[in-house]
């Protein structure tokens, strides 16, 4: 129940109480459990849009205000990190310098942009989700960027320099757990696009392989694992997720 409590507190807003003191063990637990929290807040997004709908908004202001949700119940601390970590990438200095800009807490122009696409590619792709009335879908994309995290904290990837976050977490994922949660998500994607059912599971393998690509270069690029990266690598998984569930064919 440690890591459960630990594991909301972390990702929503929820006035749910972690434990007083947290290691690894309790911390790598709660990263295990991210995935169900994804799947609530999936599930909330995909609600909020059926009511948007029935309510006759257009499914692009829907679609804008189930990302401004999101990023509500989540603290926008995802955002964030894409925030800081496009800025870090911008950066041309040594990956000491680039920890700095990240840590500085303004916002440049490389963050900037990362924060439009992001929000840009998430309202569209959730406004196509609905006109398709693929509710299941929307649910599975949110959920697929905590899936990337439990990924992005396997085995054999150290924490960056500094990063409280990520000193808790990096490395604290065992292969089963990673493996486990991919097969869920390739196994429900089956059935979240209708009449395509191929289509699901190549966009899973196409997110969560893009996820360990942009995690692999961040982590060479800044020394490490840290908060900031994972946030970027749930708003990227996510935003992947959420464009390829709403491809026709």
């Given at each position: ?14 006035p ?28 909330a ?58 840590k500085?807490?303004a ?8 924060l439009i ?18 509710w ?39 292969i ?74």
């Open positions: 129940m440690n890591a459960a409590r630990l594991a909301i507190s972390w990702l929503t807003v929820a749910v109480h972690g434990p007083a003191q947290v290691d690894r063990a309790v911390a790598g637990r709660a990263i295990t459990l991210a995935p169900l929290v994804g799947l609530l807040l999936g599930g997004v995909a609600g909020t849009l059926w009511v948007f709908e029935r309510a006759g908004l257009t499914s692009a202001l829907a679609g804008l205000l189930a990302v401004g949700l999101l990023a509500l119940c989540t603290r926008g601390m995802h955002l964030d990190g894409l925030a800081d970590t496009a800025d870090g990438l911008g950066s041309y200095g040594p990956p000491e310098r680039a920890r700095e800009i990240m500085s807490g916002v440049g122009p490389f963050g900037v942009a990362a696409f992001a929000i840009g590619a998430q309202t569209f792709a959730f406004a196509a989700l609905v006109d398709e009335r693929r299941a879908a929307i649910v599975l994309a949110v959920a697929l960027g905590r899936v990337a995290v439990v990924v992005a904290c396997r085995r054999g990837v150290a924490a960056a320099p500094g990063s409280g976050f990520g000193t808790l977490v990096a490395g604290t994922q065992q089963a757990a990673v493996a486990l949660w991919s097969a869920v998500a390739l196994c429900c994607s089956v059935f979240v696009v209708p009449g395509n059912f191929w289509l699901g599971p190549v966009v899973v393998l196409t997110a969560l392989a893009g996820s360990v690509l942009i995690t692999r270069h961040c982590v060479r690029r800044f020394g490490g694992l840290s908060g900031d990266i994972l946030g970027t690598t749930v708003e990227i998984t996510t935003s992947l997720a959420a464009l390829g569930f709403s491809l026709t064919f």
